[in-house]
């Protein structure tokens, strides 16, 4: 029971996560990220959200320097 709480409340909060980050990112498609939570769980969307937010945060110190 404990088990299956924890993960619906680390969900709700990583889909959270997901549209803030996404939109303040301006990370295209974030649409996709949380079908990925939905049907395959958090296992595979934070690893695939993370990648292209890693991504524009190097494109983004890059234009800095």
Not at 25 to 50: E, H, M
Request: aromatic share 16%.
């Amino acid at each position: 029971s404990f088990f299956s709480w924890d993960v619906l409340i680390y969900s709700v909060v990583l889909i959270a996560f997901i549209i803030v980050e996404g939109r303040r990112r301006k990370i295209q498609r974030l649409w996709v990220y949380i079908l990925f939570n939905c049907t395959v769980g958090v296992s595979l969307d934070l690893p695939a959200f993370l990648y292209p937010r890693h991504v524009e945060m190097d494109r983004h110190s890059n234009r800095q320097a």
